[in-house]
């Protein structure tokens, strides 16, 4: 049979994709995660954003389309399963870089020969 017709189970992409972002995220030993004030603030109001606005919206069309009957052919349904995944994704990365993010405000450092970003 024609690798096409074949189902694969739900959550393979997701695994393999959460397993990409671990990868991403892990940093060497010793090495920290640096991040501008203006960085953290936007980091953290697309995850506001995701949290109380998208989130909610989505979740709330997927139980509509979900109460019409047959998921398997309904789009609303399917779209809403896929969207509400990215948004858990992206939520999922947000939340782990937000973790690891050290702010470093650029305006407070001292004047030295060194490289700074900012």
Same mark, same amino acid.
């Given at each position: 049979?024609?690798?096409?017709?074949?189902?694969?189970?739900? &959550?393979? $992409?997701?695994?393999? !994709?959460? *397993? #990409? /972002?671990?990868?991403?995220?892990?940093?060497?030993? &010793? @090495?920290?995660?640096?991040? @501008?004030? #203006?960085?953290? %603030?936007?980091?953290?109001?697309?995850?506001?954003? /995701? /949290?109380?606005? !998208?989130?909610?919206?989505?979740?709330?069309?997927?139980?509509? #389309?979900? #109460?019409?009957?047959?998921?398997?052919?309904?789009?609303?349904?399917?779209? &809403?399963?896929?969207?509400?995944? *990215?948004? $858990?994704?992206?939520?999922?990365?947000? @939340?782990?870089?937000?973790? /690891? %993010? *050290? +702010? +470093?405000?650029?305006?407070?450092? !001292? $004047? @030295? *020969?060194?490289?700074?970003? &900012?």
């Amino acid at each position: 049979m024609n690798k096409a017709f074949v189902r694969e189970a739900a &959550g393979d $992409d997701d695994n393999d !994709e959460d *397993e #990409a /972002l671990d990868s991403a995220l892990r940093l060497p030993q &010793g @090495t920290r995660n640096y991040i @501008t004030p #203006a960085g953290h %603030a936007r980091l953290r109001a697309e995850l506001e954003q /995701l /949290l109380r606005v !998208e989130r909610p919206q989505v979740v709330s069309v997927v139980q509509w #389309a979900a #109460a019409n009957g047959d998921r398997s052919e309904n789009a609303d349904y399917i779209y &809403g399963k896929r969207r509400l995944r *990215e948004i $858990d994704r992206r939520i999922r990365f947000l @939340t782990r870089r937000l973790d /690891l %993010a *050290e +702010v +470093v405000d650029p305006a407070r450092r !001292e $004047d @030295t *020969e060194q490289v700074f970003f &900012g």
